[in-house]
């Protein structure tokens, strides 16, 4: 494209908005059970691009992943959940929006999703079997990514990625 120039780092880091504490708190992906490492650090780095918060399930390895993972300087806000089922039903009572990122009737197409305008928890699921069957009837709705091929779902990280970007309305 004729006439078009690369930002550089530093202009891109001072076009953005700054933040006044480590908590952004309006967006919360949570990957509750998310058994690869990988997944964190790619949904860390997505977190730190929307303005969003990461919520890690309390496994011996989670602390590991996400040192590894976290590419990007500075501080990320991440909450430590402790029980999955305990900290939703915290959420909940605390006014939060809970969103599952799941097949299932009735569920919102992503297109369809509008911008988040409250505290909104993105619960995803294992990379197998999703989200347990219970806490799915404790979300306050479902959004499915609609798909074309032949795979049943795509990878935690890349689903998460795609709501958080159409939640905080950067899509």
């Given at each position: 494209m004729?006439?078009?120039?690369?930002?550089?780092?530093?202009?891109?880091?001072k076009?953005?908005?700054?933040?006044?504490?480590s908590c952004?708190?309006?967006?919360?992906?949570?990957?509750?059970?998310?058994?690869?490492?990988a997944?964190?650090g790619?949904?860390?780095?997505t977190c730190?691009a929307?303005g969003?918060?990461l919520?890690?399930p309390?496994?011996?390895?989670v602390?590991e992943?996400?040192?590894?993972g976290n590419t990007?300087?500075?501080?990320?806000?991440?909450?430590?959940?402790?029980?999955?089922?305990?900290?939703?039903?915290?959420?909940?009572e605390?006014?939060?929006h809970l969103?599952?990122?799941?097949?299932a009737?009735?569920?919102?197409r992503?297109?369809?999703l509008?911008p988040?305008?409250?505290?909104?928890?993105?619960?995803?699921?294992?990379e197998?079997?999703?989200?347990?069957e219970d806490?799915?009837d404790?979300?306050d709705?479902?959004?499915?990514?609609?798909?074309?091929?032949?795979?049943?779902?795509?990878?935690?990280?890349?689903?998460?990625?795609?709501?958080a970007?159409?939640?905080?309305?950067?899509?």
């Open positions: 004729a006439g078009t120039r690369v930002r550089r780092p530093d202009e891109i880091r076009s953005r908005r700054s933040r006044s504490h952004w708190g309006h967006l919360i992906l949570a990957p509750l059970w998310a058994q690869h490492g997944n964190l790619t949904l860390l780095r730190d929307v969003a918060c919520a890690v309390p496994h011996d390895w602390p992943a996400l040192r590894r990007v300087p500075g501080r990320s806000c991440i909450h430590r959940t402790g029980n999955p089922r305990r900290w939703l039903a915290r959420e909940r605390t006014g939060s969103l599952g990122v799941e097949l009737e009735g569920a919102l992503l297109a369809d509008p988040a305008r409250r505290r909104t928890v993105v619960v995803l699921g294992h197998r079997g999703g989200i347990p806490i799915i404790e979300l709705a479902v959004v499915e990514i609609p798909m074309i091929g032949r795979g049943a779902s795509l990878n935690v990280a890349v689903a998460g990625s795609l709501v970007y159409k939640l905080s309305g950067m899509l």
